[in-house]
């Protein structure tokens, strides 16, 4: 089932990247393996899968610890100051920095590990309270703070849209994070780079492409949906 899946996802971004005139080879598709099974990661990678993404510290340590080294692990979580230790040293790539806080905890850590972590700055567009994530006007000034700090690189921005029936809905949502990333790359702040956008789902992944996505993160689309019950 996840070589299927996997392979009509990737049918469909490069569909999507066809008609709005992108690359595929500009979108890196993640998949999002949090609560599901070693065996059905290792079918990913035998279809050549090596982007995987998890929500939880300790459940990203362990699998990315018992798998193959080569593979880049992308934390897309809330992240507690209390287990950045796990995820520093192991995260390709950190989706959901958020506050200064936070930086300082990763900063320390990768020092303390002679590492470099790789960030992006998750902000709220849609300004949802339930959510995470920065509000888009406060933005700037966390990132020009965070770009002083020397064991990190902000990489760019990160935003997890609304719930939505039709994903058309959630296309200014990201054509709002997608323009948020160009004023502030035009600022050219030392140390920090624009270059990826962390944004659509299984559901609307193919409007975040259309509207600018380096990265999408879908879980369910390739294996299956998630039961939480049985823990
Ligand atoms: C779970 C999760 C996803 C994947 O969601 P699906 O709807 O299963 O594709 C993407 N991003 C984040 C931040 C998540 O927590």
Redesign the pocket.
């Known amino acids: 089932m996840v070589r299927e899946n996997l392979f009509a996802v990737e049918q469909n971004i490069i569909k999507v990247c066809k008609q709005s005139n992108r690359d595929p080879k500009e979108v890196t598709l993640i998949a ?1 393996s ?1 609560t599901k099974p070693r065996e059905m990661i290792e079918e990913a990678i035998l279809c050549g899968k090596k982007e995987f ?1 998890e ?1 939880k510290a300790q459940e990203m340590k362990e699998k990315c610890d018992a798998l193959p080294k080569e593979l880049k692990w992308h934390f ?2 809330h992240l507690q100051t209390n287990k950045v230790k796990y995820v520093v040293g192991r995260a390709f790539l950190i ?1 959901s920095v958020d506050s200064y806080h936070l930086a300082e905890a990763i900063e320390a850590e990768s020092a303390k590990k002679d590492v470099i972590s790789h960030i992006l700055i998750e902000v709220n567009v849609a300004q949802e309270e339930t959510k995470f994530g920065l509000k888009p006007e406060e933005t700037l000034a966390l990132i020009e703070k965070i770009a002083k700090l020397k064991h990190i690189r902000i990489e760019g921005l990160m935003t ?1 849209a609304p719930f939505v029936e039709n994903p058309e809905e959630n296309r200014s949502v990201f054509r709002k994070l997608k323009e948020l990333s160009v004023d502030i790359a035009g600022k050219n702040i030392d140390n920090v780079s624009m270059s990826v956008l962390s944004m659509g ?3 609307d992944y193919e409007v975040a492409v259309e509207e600018g996505a380096t990265h999408v ?5 390739i294996f299956g949906e ?1 039961d939480y019950s049985k823990k």
């Open positions: 999002v949090k993404g929500n897309i979580g989706h997890i789902m299984t559901n993160r879908v879980g369910t689309g998630r």
